[in-house]
């Protein structure tokens, strides 16, 4: 009996650190929770990526490379807590393309906030094909793309940009050029395809117009390529500038922008934090006067769910949304379901004659395989929602699947460990009193 108490009182001990974390981590700011556009206002934009010239087999590995490349971008500009991701568009609608979302906390400019993701160059290479003419500088891709074909080797792949003077920082010319370095991968690519194909022209295009179309000399097995024109001084420096924040390693092209304004956010959180108060009470108060002592605690078990589901949300951390607070405020009622099986299963063992710790764990193995197959199934839903669904409805099964993930472990644990801690007995009238159930017992 002694270890149970000792295991209960340090239940007490967590919840109570718990409780202390969530309260001063957004007290201090050192980790507040994070919040999504529609309660902390500002401006979502949603992308369609071209991944007409990329093969299917690295479709993942180039949306990847573009989420990246983009938050370096936005991350730039100052953006408090800027969320870049992607999806699938509707898949459920038979729908396969892939989407970037941008989303920019306090930016309410919706030109200002499309001009800073617009302003990252697309850098494309492409190897002219043989026995064709080599078009002049400035041309647009569009008109000249049968023209080329493309190479291995893609924006994706630079590393870092930088000013030179002359050829290759080498000439005796003072005109500027811009040299890219690729990384490692890129750098074998590179290798290989000027190996492979010395004698040919190879067009380098800056969001679809070629800017420079060199002739590959010899294999450059160092990792470089230069990239010449009519570059001033300033232009030049501004092309370093940009491509260093990234190149996107594919087109984009905007779909939607949605802005919300931060009042309406404060509003939705205020509205929000009053249901959730207002849902964990009522659920309180009906736990207390159907199920009595029982009840007292399975509410400090509800009461350890509710922190410990916000010290989670703090530390993956997870974006709340209205949706996803409303999910919360249904898994807190979903939190106390598996107590209400357990009381249940309680209460029959007990008018079987049997004691106060007999039914207590009589109950809680009765009661499991419903609370497990309930669980498991909502779970399930969980997982579909979060897979099919758009950011909207990933936000909610993200924060449903993990509480009733954590519910299932407070309802399990907690609340049988506080209940055979309390060690009540059935044999005195009082004790069965507080172990039954209902108005009229």
Same mark, same amino acid.
Do not use: C
């Given at each position: 009996?002694?270890?149970?108490? +000792?295991?209960?009182?340090?239940?007490?001990?967590?919840?109570a650190?718990?409780?202390?974390?969530?309260?001063?981590?957004e007290?201090?700011?050192?980790? /507040?929770?994070?919040?999504g556009?529609?309660l902390?206002?500002g401006?979502?934009?949603?992308?369609?990526?071209?991944?007409s010239?990329?093969n /299917?087999?690295?479709?993942?590995?180039s949306?990847?490379?573009?989420?990246?490349?983009?938050?370096?971008? $936005?991350?730039?500009?100052?953006?408090?807590e800027? !969320?870049v991701?992607?999806?699938?568009?509707?898949?459920?609608?038979? =729908?396969?393309?892939?989407?970037? !979302?941008?989303e920019?906390?306090?930016?309410?400019?919706?030109?200002?906030?499309?001009?800073?993701?617009?302003?990252?160059?697309s850098?494309?290479f492409? +190897?002219?094909?043989?026995?064709?003419?080599?078009p002049?500088?400035?041309? /647009?891709?569009?008109?000249i793309?049968d023209?080329f074909?493309p190479?291995?080797?893609?924006g994706? %792949?630079?590393? %870092?940009?930088?000013?030179?003077?002359?050829?290759? @920082?080498?000439? &005796?010319?003072?005109e500027?050029?811009?040299? +890219?370095?690729?990384?490692?991968? @890129?750098?074998q690519?590179?290798?290989?395809?000027?190996?492979?194909?010395?004698?040919?022209? *190879?067009?380098?295009f800056?969001?679809?117009?070629?800017?420079?179309?060199?002739?590959?000399? =010899?294999?450059? /097995?160092?990792?470089?390529?230069?990239?010449?024109?009519?570059?001033?001084?300033?232009?030049?420096?501004e &092309?370093?500038?940009?491509l260093?924040?990234?190149?996107?390693?594919?087109?984009?092209?905007?779909?939607?922008?949605?802005?919300?304004?931060?009042?309406?956010? @404060?509003?939705?959180?205020?509205s929000?934090?009053?249901?959730? &108060?207002?849902?964990?009470?009522?659920?309180?108060?009906?736990?207390l006067?159907w199920?009595?002592?029982?009840?007292?605690?399975?509410?400090?078990?509800?009461?350890?769910? $509710?922190?410990?589901?916000?010290?989670?949300?703090?530390?993956?951390?997870?974006t709340?949304? #209205?949706?996803?607070?409303?999910? *919360?405020?249904?898994?807190i009622?979903?939190?106390?379901?598996?107590?209400? +099986?357990i009381? =249940?299963r309680?209460?029959e063992e007990?008018?079987?004659?049997k004691?106060?710790h007999?039914?207590?764990?009589?109950? *809680?193995?009765?009661?499991w395989?419903?609370?497990?197959d309930?669980?498991?199934?909502?779970i399930?839903? #969980?997982?579909?929602?979060?897979?099919?669904?758009?950011?909207?409805?990933?936000?909610?099964a993200?924060?449903?699947?993990?509480?009733?993930?954590?519910?299932?472990?407070?309802? !399990?644990?907690?609340?049988?460990?506080?209940?055979?801690?309390?060690?009540?007995?059935?044999?005195?009238r009082?004790?069965?009193?507080?172990?039954?159930?209902?108005?009229?017992?």
């Amino acid at each position: 009996m002694w270890k149970t108490r +000792l295991i209960a009182l340090g239940l007490l001990a967590f919840g109570a650190l718990v409780g202390w974390y969530v309260y001063s981590s957004e007290i201090s700011g050192s980790r /507040p929770f994070r919040l999504g556009l529609d309660l902390s206002g500002g401006t979502q934009l949603v992308y369609k990526a071209d991944l007409s010239e990329i093969n /299917p087999t690295n479709t993942n590995d180039s949306m990847a490379s573009l989420r990246d490349t983009i938050e370096r971008r $936005v991350n730039l500009f100052g953006v408090a807590e800027p !969320i870049v991701q992607t999806e699938k568009g509707g898949a459920l609608a038979g =729908e396969t393309e892939e989407r970037l !979302i941008v989303e920019l906390p306090g930016v309410t400019d919706t030109e200002a906030a499309i001009a800073m993701i617009g302003q990252t160059p697309s850098l494309e290479f492409r +190897l002219l094909k043989k026995d064709m003419q080599s078009p002049p500088e400035g041309t /647009p891709l569009e008109p000249i793309k049968d023209l080329f074909e493309p190479a291995s080797v893609t924006g994706k %792949h630079v590393e %870092h940009a930088e000013l030179q003077f002359g050829n290759g @920082g080498g000439g &005796l010319s003072n005109e500027p050029v811009v040299v +890219l370095n690729f990384n490692d991968e @890129g750098k074998q690519l590179f290798a290989d395809l000027t190996r492979t194909n010395v004698g040919r022209p *190879f067009g380098i295009f800056l969001d679809n117009v070629l800017i420079s179309i060199p002739v590959i000399r =010899e294999a450059i /097995p160092d990792g470089t390529a230069v990239i010449s024109g009519n570059f001033t001084p300033e232009s030049a420096r501004e &092309l370093v500038r940009n491509l260093n924040f990234g190149a996107l390693p594919v087109p984009i092209e905007l779909l939607t922008t949605e802005t919300v304004g931060g009042t309406l956010g @404060g509003k939705a959180v205020e509205s929000g934090l009053m249901a959730g &108060l207002g849902g964990v009470i009522a659920v309180i108060v009906f736990m207390l006067l159907w199920y009595r002592l029982p009840g007292l605690l399975a509410s400090l078990a509800l009461t350890l769910y $509710v922190l410990l589901s916000l010290a989670v949300f703090k530390l993956i951390p997870v974006t709340l949304t #209205a949706a996803g607070i409303a999910a *919360f405020i249904l898994s807190i009622g979903m939190a106390v379901d598996a107590n209400v +099986l357990i009381f =249940e299963r309680m209460k029959e063992e007990m008018k079987k004659g049997k004691n106060a710790h007999d039914s207590i764990k009589d109950g *809680f193995a009765r009661a499991w395989l419903s609370i497990r197959d309930s669980n498991i199934s909502s779970i399930i839903t #969980a997982i579909i929602l979060f897979w099919f669904g758009t950011s909207l409805v990933k936000g909610f099964a993200l924060v449903f699947g993990l509480g009733v993930i954590i519910s299932m472990l407070t309802a !399990i644990s907690v609340s049988r460990t506080f209940l055979l801690a309390l060690g009540v007995s059935t044999e005195s009238r009082l004790g069965r009193w507080f172990l039954s159930s209902g108005f009229s017992r």
